[in-house]
């Protein structure tokens, strides 16, 4: 056993054993992998030192370098032998040491912020001074190492980049341009230069910095351009150039050019563009100008009918307008830098070049106008009229030739010339006497005529004057005339009377002003006929044709001569009838102003005349005016030779006036005939003899046809109320004995169906010469009557009502004496009055009158006031409206009642509202038989029922008031008799008081009892009579 | 032999200055008190009883003892249970109809002082003063 477990034992230690020799085996392996690691570690951190492209030391405590590697020594050009174990400042410019000691210091110290990376100067073995840039980090044991990076490089360049961007950006901010730059979405990378300048906007003006706004705001016009530019620029166009509008922050528009170039990446790729802005709107109002004036002397130029011509110092042409090419014929093309001696005939090119050459030798100012000779291109050679001139630029003369074809003037001036020739034939050869002077009145010219009729040698007249030639008093009239015409330009006509050879003949004479070119008088021309025949015969025939004219022309008819049908003559009074002047009526067919109704008529009769029949020559017809109107004549028509032929001599009567007067009459007639006809009232005329007249109205009055009337049988008498015909007849007797009657009265009369109607009358004696003739007009005054009794009743009742009202102390008596009223007044059978109970909601009978004790019992009660309630009087009271039923026994609500109805006789049942204020205060109700109709006395009853009202308010406000009145005098009694006993009390006491005191002492008390007393009479007043007074 | 008078009134102080101006008077008075109108019927009968009968009662109408109006109103119309002046002088006739009652009171002028005037001698103003008042008592004992 023992063994055994020893055994165990030892093999238990074994298999420890074992494992830990594994485990340390496993330690082993795993140290030399660690160990591996480290090395391969340390291998690659070396070669890294060493390879390292950046520049690696390290620094001991004391400030020497201990380790560096290759590209060290490659910057600072020593070996890396040369440099281990020197100071590390050795490496570094004068400038920079004391400062990389000290931080070398602090680092070592721990104490201060060293940075742990800086620049710093590196000074090389040849003395070349390089930048660095350095980055250290402290290692254990006080070192330091640090890694070096040359900058110098890098420096250089961004140095060059400094002064570059300085360089653009003085210029860009300093231009007076805006230099941007926007990316491809439109957003601005960059902008500078004179935005406010340009723009007025400043930075500050736009909240949101957005200077976009500021530069694009541009007119909705101009937004296309913009887009077409950007466009191009995007697809890789450069050097775009535009022109736009913006709008300055003072509204005012300006114009801008942009030049835009693309914006490209590393890539190549277009990813914005670049624009310079410059307000180019005074350029463009330059421009603007310049073409506005190009243009106008273009327009001249091209436009001119003048042919202009340039012509340069060897005599070529070099300008040539639109008119030169018509005159000449050449187009442009065909005469540019050619010799401008092609435009000349022959003759004139030697004399072209003499003159042109002498001109540029001389070198003097030029201006002349010649008429010369052209050839156009078809070999015509025509007149010509040159302007030329010549002006001086860059020493070079240029020559201006304005051309004018006057191939046009030379042909006139030949006709002129022929004209003129041809007048002078005439002038010689007139019988008239042509003459001419100049502006002393001398004569110039004077033709044949003149001599052959003043009988004087021509020679005797030209270069004369009229005193020189004609009486003294005949020549100064002349020249008066003479005078009129030369200084007020005027053209004279008139008939001189003058001597010739003894004797006095007339002469008609035309004096017109000569005028030259430019419109002055220069002397006048004379036109003279002798006339002194022609006019001894016109007075003759004036003399008899005024004798006629005088009797025509003053005559009140019209006058008129008709030949052929047509009008030849009129005299003034036939026009003015007409309201024609004279060329709208002669030699125009007379048929034109005759009436067309009348038109047949005539035509006929003057057919008839013509053809020898024998008419009545005195006839009525009617013309027709100018104006459309007509006028009524009478005609007398006769025949009459007239230039040689048969004519008809027509005097016209205007009768117009005449016909109008008929007219009027038959219309006033007519007027007054349907007045009478259709007058409501009754118009009648009647004689001793009867009636002589009635109308319509009378008829219907009297209910007899006028037939009836007029027959002799029919007496006035027939009409007349009996009771009313002795009053008529002693009105008839007063009136025959000449006594004065009233002209209105009224009396009865009696209709032919019995109708007993009141009327008014109103007569007057129309009767002539004696007769007694009497027209009168009578009035149906029935209803007004009726009306006047139904006002007088009103008023009698409104008396009675007042009274009533006046007189009744409650309601209940006001209406019993009111419901008498009513059914003696008006005249009906049954009333009855409700009062309205408004806090009950029912309608209390109150009053009633008429109803026998059985039809009271039924009807006289208290009725609930409901929507349900079929009753009137409750329907009237709801409804605030008057009810009437005009058969109540066939009314079915009411119908129950029916028997009693019938045995009563009741028809007509008429409800009334008592309103006042539109509050119902009761309801009256009112009912008649059959033979009492209700229709007349339903105004009356509403009035009462309007009264009743008033009455009914009235006495309630006074009941209303009488209460106040007790109940106010009630209160003032029982707080009057609180007062009583506290008096009395304090009365008591004092008198007490008073007693016990002395007499001279009492006084005071005597006043406080005074005053008690004073307010005991107060009390007492209110006590007896509610007043409140001492 | 002195006269009996019964003053009935609710208010303590008449009763002081009627007493004080009735001694006053000639006739000798014995004067006794009622302060409501239960007390008065109950001391009339109490006189009567020990044969003072009373010579004169005098009355007030309100003997409620209170000064509301509502109280007063409802008191003189018999509404409070407690007897007024006008019921007492009923009650006390009715005890003895020769009793001589005079009504003396601040209320007349009122339905309630007409009231009294149906059954007492008669009703004199509060305005009398006590001691003309008194004076009238002791001329009417004389007669």
């Keep these: 056993m023992k063994e055994k477990s020893l055994e165990r034992k030892i093999k238990k230690l074994e298999e420890e054993n074992m494992g830990l020799k594994r485990k340390l085996e496993e330690d082993r392996l795993a140290m030399l992998n660690i160990i591996e690691d480290l090395r391969e570690s340390e291998e690659r951190y070396k070669k890294l030192f060493e390879q390292s492209p950046i520049a690696i030391t390290v620094i001991e405590e004391d400030g020497t370098v201990s380790m560096a590697n290759e590209n060290f020594a490659k910057l600072t050009g020593y070996s890396l032998d040369e440099m281990i174990g020197q100071h590390f400042t050795?490496?570094?410019?004068?400038?920079?040491?004391?400062?990389?000691?000290?931080?070398?210091?602090?680092?070592?110290?721990?104490?201060?912020?060293?940075?742990?990376?800086?620049?710093?100067?590196?000074?090389?073995?040849?003395?070349?001074?390089?930048?660095?840039?350095?980055?250290?980090?402290?290692?254990?044991?006080?070192?330091?190492?640090?890694?070096?990076?040359?900058?110098?490089?890098?420096?250089?360049?961004?140095?060059?980049?400094?002064?570059?961007?300085?360089?653009?950006?003085?210029?860009?901010?300093?231009?007076?341009?805006?230099?941007?730059?926007?990316?491809?979405?439109?957003?601005?990378?960059?902008?500078?230069?004179?935005?406010?300048?340009?723009?007025?906007?400043?930075?500050?003006?736009?909240?949101?910095?957005?200077?976009?706004?500021?530069?694009?705001?541009?007119?909705?016009?101009?937004?296309?351009?913009?887009?077409?530019?950007?466009?191009?620029?995007?697809?890789?166009?450069?050097?775009?150039?535009?022109?736009?509008?913006?709008?300055?922050?003072?509204?005012?528009?300006?114009?801008?050019?942009?030049?835009?170039?693309?914006?490209?990446?590393?890539?190549?790729?277009?990813?914005?563009?670049?624009?310079?802005?410059?307000?180019?709107?005074?350029r463009k109002k330059l421009e603007e100008e310049l073409r506005k004036s190009e243009e106008k002397y273009r327009t001249l130029v091209e436009t001119s009918s003048d042919g202009i011509i340039s012509i340069d110092e060897e005599g070529k042409i070099i300008f040539w307008n639109k008119a030169a090419g018509e005159i000449f014929g050449y187009s442009?093309?065909?005469?540019?830098?050619?010799?401008?001696?092609?435009?000349?005939?022959?003759?004139?090119?030697?004399?072209?070049?003499?003159?042109?050459?002498?001109?540029?030798?001389?070198?003097?100012?030029?201006?002349?106008?010649?008429?010369?000779?052209?050839?156009?291109?078809?070999?015509?050679?025509?007149?010509?009229?040159?302007?030329?001139?010549?002006?001086?630029?860059?020493?070079?003369?240029?020559?201006?030739?304005?051309?004018?074809?006057?191939?046009?003037?030379?042909?006139?001036?030949?006709?002129?010339?022929?004209?003129?020739?041809?007048?002078?034939?005439?002038?010689?050869?007139?019988?008239?006497?042509?003459?001419?002077?100049?502006?002393?009145?001398?004569?110039?010219?004077?033709?044949?005529?003149?001599?052959?009729?003043?009988?004087?040698?021509?020679?005797?007249?030209?270069?004369?004057?009229?005193?020189?030639?004609?009486?003294?008093?005949?020549?100064?009239?002349?020249?008066?005339?003479?005078?009129?015409?030369?200084?007020?330009?005027?053209?004279?006509?008139?008939?001189?009377?003058?001597?010739?050879?003894?004797?006095?003949?007339?002469?008609?004479?035309?004096?017109?002003?000569?005028?030259?070119?430019?419109?002055?008088?220069?002397?006048?021309?004379?036109?003279?006929?002798?006339?002194?025949?022609?006019?001894?015969?016109?007075?003759?025939?004036?003399?008899?044709?005024?004798?006629?004219?005088?009797?025509?022309?003053?005559?009140?008819?019209?006058?008129?001569?008709?030949?052929?049908?047509?009008?030849?003559?009129?005299?003034?009074?036939?026009?003015?009838?007409?309201?024609?002047?004279?060329?709208?009526?002669?030699?125009?067919?007379?048929?034109?102003?005759?009436?067309?109704?009348?038109?047949?008529?005539?035509?006929?009769?003057?057919?008839?005349?013509?053809?020898?029949?024998?008419?009545?020559?005195?006839?009525?017809?009617?013309?027709?005016?100018?104006?459309?109107?007509?006028?009524?004549?009478?005609?007398?028509?006769?025949?009459?030779?007239?230039?040689?032929?048969?004519?008809?001599?027509?005097?016209?009567?205007?009768?117009?006036?005449?016909?109008?007067?008929?007219?009027?009459?038959?219309?006033?007639?007519?007027?007054?005939?349907?007045?009478?006809?259709?007058?409501?009232?009754?118009?009648?005329?009647?004689?001793?003899?009867?009636?002589?007249?009635?109308?319509?109205?009378?008829?219907?009055?009297?209910?007899?046809?006028?037939?009836?009337?007029?027959?002799?049988?029919?007496?006035?008498?027939?009409?007349?109320?009996?009771?009313?015909?002795?009053?008529?007849?002693?009105?008839?007797?007063?009136?025959?004995?000449?006594?004065?009657?009233?002209?209105?009265?009224?009396?009865?009369?009696?209709?032919?169906?019995?109708?007993?109607?009141?009327?008014?009358?109103?007569?007057?004696?129309?009767?002539?010469?004696?007769?007694?003739?009497?027209?009168g007009i009578l009035r149906d005054v029935t209803e007004r009557k009726k009306a006047e009794e139904e006002i007088e009743k009103l008023s009698e009742l409104h008396y009675i009502i007042g009274m009533s009202i006046n007189g009744s102390k409650t309601i209940k008596e006001l209406c019993s004496n009111l419901i008498k009223n009513v059914k003696e007044i008006i005249g009906v059978e049954y009333a009855n009055i409700f009062v309205y109970n408004r806090s009950k909601k029912s309608l209390e009978p109150i009053a009633h009158v008429g109803y026998p004790k059985e039809l009271a019992k039924r009807i006289v009660k208290r009725y609930e006031v409901n929507e349900e309630q079929p009753w009137e009087a409750v329907k009237a009271c709801l409804t605030k409206k008057e009810k009437y039923i005009k058969d109540v026994q066939i009314y079915k609500p009411l119908s129950f009642h029916w028997d009693l109805y019938k045995k009563y006789d009741i028809r007509e049942l008429y409800t009334i509202p008592l309103v006042i204020k539109g509050k119902v205060e009761g309801v009256l109700q009112v009912s008649t038989t059959s033979k009492n109709p209700l229709a007349e006395k339903k105004r009356l009853l509403k009035s009462i029922a309007e009264e009743i009202a008033a009455g009914m308010a009235k006495i309630k406000a006074e009941e209303e008031m009488m209460r106040a009145l007790k109940q106010e005098r009630e209160f003032k009694l029982k707080t009057a008799h609180y007062f009583l006993n506290p008096i009395a009390i304090a009365k008591g006491y004092l008198d007490l008081a008073m007693e016990e005191l002395p007499e001279e002492k009492r006084k005071k008390l005597e006043s406080a009892k005074y005053a008690i007393g004073r307010v005991e009479k107060v009390v007492k007043n209110v006590t007896q009579r509610g007043e409140i007074r001492e | 032999m002195s006269k009996v008078i019964l003053i009935v009134d609710d208010e303590p102080m008449i009763h002081d200055l009627l007493e004080i101006h009735l001694q006053k008077a000639e006739t000798p008075f014995e004067i006794h008190h009622a302060l409501t109108g239960e007390e008065a019927i109950e001391k009339y009968e109490m006189l009567i009883n020990e044969n003072k009968k009373p010579d004169l009662v005098i009355m007030d109408l309100n003997l409620s003892g209170r000064d509301e109006m509502e109280v007063i109103e409802a008191h003189m119309e018999g509404l409070t249970g407690k007897i007024d002046g006008v019921r007492a002088t009923q009650k006390i006739l009715k005890m003895d109809p020769k009793a001589r009652i005079w009504g003396y009171t601040a209320w007349f002028d009122t339905k309630w002082s007409e009231r009294l005037k149906e059954y007492a001698d008669k009703v004199i103003e509060r305005t009398v003063p006590f001691h003309e008042f008194a004076k009238m008592v002791d001329a009417f004992f004389k007669q």
């Design chain 1, 332 to 775: 442009q093309k065909e005469v540019i830098g050619k010799p401008v001696t092609m435009l000349m005939p022959r003759g004139y090119k030697e004399k072209h070049k003499k003159a042109f050459k002498e001109f540029l030798e001389r070198a003097e100012k030029l201006k002349r106008t010649l008429e010369v000779e052209g050839l156009r291109k078809n070999g015509e050679i025509f007149p010509v009229e040159f302007s030329f001139s010549a002006y001086k630029s860059d020493h070079v003369f240029t020559f201006i030739a304005i051309a004018r074809d006057i191939t046009e003037r030379k042909k006139m001036e030949e006709k002129i010339r022929e004209s003129e020739e041809h007048l002078r034939g005439i002038f010689n050869a007139s019988e008239e006497i042509i003459f001419t002077k100049n502006l002393e009145s001398r004569y110039t010219h004077a033709n044949a005529a003149f001599s052959r009729i003043f009988k004087r040698p021509l020679e005797e007249i030209v270069g004369k004057t009229d005193e020189e030639i004609f009486p003294r008093e005949e020549a100064k009239m002349l020249r008066e005339i003479d005078l009129e015409v030369l200084e007020k330009g005027k053209i004279e006509k008139h008939e001189d009377i003058l001597t010739v050879a003894g004797e006095k003949r007339i002469f008609q004479t035309t004096k017109v002003p000569l005028r030259n070119e430019e419109g002055k008088v220069v002397g006048l021309c004379g036109f003279a006929k002798d006339i002194t025949e022609r006019k001894k015969m016109e007075e003759a025939l004036k003399e008899s044709e005024e004798k006629y004219r005088t009797f025509v022309e003053n005559a009140n008819d019209g006058i008129c001569i008709i030949k052929d049908g047509a009008v030849k003559f009129a005299n003034s009074r036939l026009l003015q009838m007409g309201g024609y002047s004279e060329e709208d009526v002669i030699n125009q067919p007379f048929s034109k102003f005759i009436a067309e109704e009348s038109l047949d008529e005539v035509m006929e009769r003057y057919r008839r005349r013509m053809a020898g029949e024998k008419v009545e020559s005195i006839y009525e017809t009617m013309l027709k005016r100018k104006d459309g109107g007509i006028i009524f004549a009478e005609f007398n028509v006769s025949i009459i030779d007239y230039e040689g032929g048969k004519a008809e001599l027509v005097i016209v009567r205007d009768i117009t006036e005449r016909k109008k007067m008929e007219e009027a009459l038959k219309e006033s007639e007519e007027k007054f005939r349907g007045l009478v006809e259709n007058a409501h009232d009754a118009i009648y005329i009647i004689t001793p003899e009867g009636f002589q007249y009635v109308n319509p109205a009378f008829e219907e009055l009297t209910g007899y046809s006028s037939k009836e009337i007029l027959s002799k049988e029919f007496s006035f008498w027939n009409l007349i109320h009996p009771d009313d015909i002795k009053f008529i007849e002693q009105r008839e007797k007063a009136r025959i004995k000449g006594k004065e009657i009233p002209s209105r009265y009224e009396f009865r009369i009696i209709s032919k169906d019995g109708k007993v109607k009141t009327v008014e009358v109103a007569t007057v004696d129309i009767g002539k010469r004696g007769e007694v003739r009497i027209m």
């Design chain 1, 90 to 282: 050795k490496f570094v410019a004068e400038e920079d040491r004391e400062r990389m000691m000290k931080y070398h210091e602090q680092r070592i110290t721990g104490k201060g912020k060293p940075p742990t990376r800086y620049e710093y100067k590196c000074l090389r073995k040849d003395g070349e001074m390089r930048d660095v840039e350095l980055s250290i980090i402290k290692l254990p044991g006080n070192r330091t190492l640090s890694c070096k990076i040359d900058i110098t490089e890098r420096k250089k360049m961004e140095e060059e980049l400094r002064k570059s961007e300085e360089k653009y950006r003085l210029v860009t901010e300093n231009s007076q341009d805006i230099i941007y730059a926007i990316d491809k979405n439109y957003e601005l990378l960059f902008v500078t230069g004179d935005i406010e300048g340009i723009t007025g906007y400043t930075l500050k003006d736009l909240p949101d910095g957005d200077l976009k706004k500021a530069i694009f705001a541009v007119p909705p016009e101009d937004i296309k351009v913009i887009g077409e530019l950007s466009e191009r620029v995007w697809k890789g166009e450069k050097n775009v150039k535009g022109e736009f509008r913006i709008i300055r922050k003072d509204g005012k528009v300006r114009w801008v050019e942009v030049s835009l170039s693309p914006l490209y990446d590393e890539k190549g790729k277009v990813y914005g563009n670049q624009g310079i802005l410059r307000d180019i709107t005074e």
